[in-house]
């Protein structure tokens, strides 16, 4: 958002999408954008069962998310100087 641009869509893989227009996203986070998009269940007009994650499911979505975290830290300070709302959220 703080670029100009906000993702078409509120999916996981929507908000990748765009970032990758932009950022040379490492290419094994599109696998892990597509498995937690299996868990989200909104905006359908189809009634779908709920996926409840399981243990192991979990700690893959934590250590995909650390690593994000850890890959986009770089590019939000390094743009903002942490000043950005963006930023701000990451230093927490």
Not at 8 to 32: D, T, V
Not at 52 to 73: C, G, H, N, V
Not at 79 to 90: D, G, K
Request: with cysteine.
């Amino acid at each position: 958002m703080k670029l100009g641009f906000v993702p078409e869509h509120s999916s996981i893989s929507s908000m990748y999408r765009e970032l990758k227009k932009n950022h040379n996203a490492p290419e094994a986070f599109h696998a892990e954008v597509r498995f937690m998009n299996r868990f989200m269940n909104f905006c359908s007009l189809e009634v779908a069962p709920i996926l409840i994650p399981t243990d192991s499911e979990l700690s893959r979505m934590i250590i995909f998310a650390t690593l994000l975290k850890e890959w986009i830290e770089p590019i939000l300070f390094s743009e903002s100087e942490n000043t950005a709302p963006a930023a701000i959220l990451c230093q927490s």
